[in-house]
């Protein structure tokens, strides 16, 4: 647009005709206009950010961690540059429990962002009430509450996906209600495998008045799981699965989804500690290893494994990525990342990542062995 303004300031209009000036004031006026909305559009994005900033602490920390008794829970929120209405949070309930939130509204931007800021208000103000708040029942009536209070608001086209859950190590339960998340996945210790938890499934919250689901369906249902020690629970919103890229093969083109199959093999490794390549997708270039036989702690290391091989799907990164908590375990997952490299060939040069870096956030509980 720059060279456009400077092509046109550049030209002689005094013998060019009526027609081509009038055409010439008509492109510095839209020049003028896209300047406004991309300055507007700065502005809308400074705002929803100090929105998430004062609702949300977890902008300033992308991987959290903490543990109380016999459960240990971590949550990532993977950075990007687009606004998103996410949401997690893991609250100790005490008795022996914790209590958490994965939410993901609609679209993106500062609407996005103020949705999430509101969900997170009711579940601060729900939990806060102390444990009685956080029964099995307590979580199905903050679920309806939640729903309701959004479709009163009437926020026009939007909704929030939403797990909520109470993981109890006394019991060895952990017990999930979701209004339309991505199911999670639960990793057994006594089996060494990994399964999908099927939920009772409901519409995303702010779709429809809590009367109607009821009556249309069986509402927001709990679903209780068995949680034995060692077993380590795992959530992701949908950003992580529907991650997407552009792969380049003999001229042609196509649109990779990372997919939630994706998730099983990463989860498998990580908890055998084995090794697992990494297909850059690159003409002649070497796979990726990672060797997660010095992973220590399942919760973190799960979390920041799973945005690890998102990154080099997304990304084909041949260097270490700029985010910190990602960066660290890939160095030292990966001595080959952290190690100087050599130049790259000019047909193996890596495409520029994307603008809109995919944001999307996990969590990770284990029950911790005594």
Same mark, same amino acid.
């Given at each position: 647009?720059? +060279?456009?303004?400077?092509?046109? #300031?550049?030209?002689?209009?005094?013998?060019? &005709?009526?027609?081509?000036?009038?055409?010439?004031?008509?492109?510095?006026?839209?020049?003028?206009?896209?300047?406004?909305? !991309?300055?507007?559009?700065?502005? #809308?994005?400074?705002?929803?950010? @100090?929105?998430? !900033?004062?609702?949300?602490?977890?902008?300033?920390?992308?991987?959290?961690?903490?543990?109380?008794?016999?459960?240990?829970?971590?949550?990532?929120?993977?950075?990007?540059?687009? %606004?998103?209405?996410?949401?997690?949070?893991?609250?100790?309930?005490?008795?022996?429990?914790?209590?958490?939130?994965?939410?993901?509204?609609?679209?993106?931007? &500062?609407?996005?962002?103020? %949705?999430?800021?509101?969900?997170?208000?009711?579940?601060?103000?729900?939990?806060?009430?102390?444990?009685?708040?956080?029964?099995?029942?307590?979580?199905?009536? $903050?679920?309806?509450?939640?729903? #309701? %209070?959004?479709?009163?608001?009437?926020?026009?086209?939007?909704?929030?996906?939403?797990?909520?859950?109470?993981? @109890?190590?006394?019991?060895?339960?952990?017990?999930?209600?979701?209004?339309?998340?991505?199911?999670?996945?639960?990793?057994?210790?006594?089996?060494?495998?990994?399964?999908? %938890?099927?939920?009772?499934?409901?519409?995303?919250?702010?779709?429809?008045?809590?009367?109607?689901?009821?009556?249309?369906?069986?509402?927001?249902?709990?679903?209780?799981?068995?949680?034995?020690?060692?077993?380590?629970?795992?959530?992701?919103?949908?950003?992580?699965?529907?991650?997407?890229?552009?792969?380049?093969?003999?001229?042609?083109?196509?649109?990779?989804?990372?997919?939630?199959?994706?998730? !099983?093999?990463? +989860? !498998?490794?990580?908890?055998?500690?084995?090794?697992?390549?990494?297909?850059?997708? $690159?003409?002649?270039?070497?796979?990726?290893? +990672?060797?997660?036989?010095?992973?220590?702690?399942?919760?973190? @290391?799960?979390?920041?494994?799973?945005?690890?091989?998102?990154?080099?799907?997304?990304?084909?990164?041949?260097?270490?990525?700029? @985010?910190?908590?990602?960066?660290?375990?890939?160095?030292?997952?990966?001595?080959?990342?952290?190690? &100087?490299?050599? &130049?790259?060939?000019?047909?193996?040069?890596?495409?520029?990542?994307?603008?809109?870096?995919?944001?999307?956030?996990?969590?990770?509980?284990?029950?911790?062995?005594?």
């Amino acid at each position: 647009m720059r +060279l456009f303004e400077e092509f046109i #300031d550049n030209e002689d209009f005094a013998s060019i &005709p009526r027609r081509k000036r009038a055409l010439r004031e008509r492109a510095l006026a839209f020049a003028g206009e896209l300047g406004y909305w !991309r300055q507007r559009n700065r502005a #809308d994005h400074a705002l929803g950010s @100090d929105v998430q !900033r004062c609702m949300m602490s977890l902008e300033r920390d992308a991987l959290r961690r903490s543990e109380s008794g016999r459960l240990a829970w971590a949550h990532y929120l993977s950075p990007g540059s687009v %606004l998103s209405g996410l949401h997690a949070k893991i609250v100790e309930a005490g008795d022996g429990r914790c209590v958490f939130i994965l939410s993901e509204g609609s679209g993106s931007g &500062p609407a996005a962002a103020i %949705l999430s800021g509101y969900v997170a208000g009711i579940f601060d103000y729900h939990v806060a009430n102390g444990a009685g708040q956080t029964t099995d029942a307590a979580i199905v009536a $903050l679920i309806e509450k939640t729903n #309701d %209070l959004i479709e009163q608001k009437s926020f026009a086209g939007r909704f929030v996906s939403i797990l909520v859950g109470i993981a @109890d190590s006394n019991k060895e339960t952990i017990t999930l209600v979701t209004a339309g998340s991505n199911f999670p996945f639960l990793w057994r210790a006594g089996q060494d495998s990994a399964e999908v %938890l099927r939920l009772t499934d409901a519409p995303a919250a702010g779709s429809f008045p809590t009367e109607m689901i009821a009556s249309r369906s069986n509402g927001f249902i709990t679903s209780t799981f068995q949680f034995l020690q060692g077993d380590v629970f795992i959530a992701a919103s949908d950003g992580l699965s529907s991650s997407r890229k552009i792969a380049t093969d003999d001229d042609q083109s196509e649109v990779q989804e990372f997919g939630g199959k994706q998730i !099983r093999p990463i +989860l !498998r490794a990580v908890m055998r500690r084995e090794r697992m390549a990494l297909d850059l997708g $690159l003409p002649g270039a070497r796979k990726l290893e +990672l060797d997660f036989s010095s992973a220590t702690d399942p919760v973190t @290391d799960v979390l920041l494994a799973l945005a690890s091989v998102e990154t080099v799907f997304r990304e084909n990164v041949y260097s270490l990525p700029a @985010d910190p908590a990602v960066a660290s375990f890939l160095s030292r997952m990966c001595p080959f990342l952290a190690a &100087p490299q050599e &130049p790259v060939q000019p047909e193996q040069r890596l495409p520029e990542p994307p603008r809109d870096r995919a944001k999307y956030a996990t969590v990770a509980i284990q029950a911790v062995r005594r």
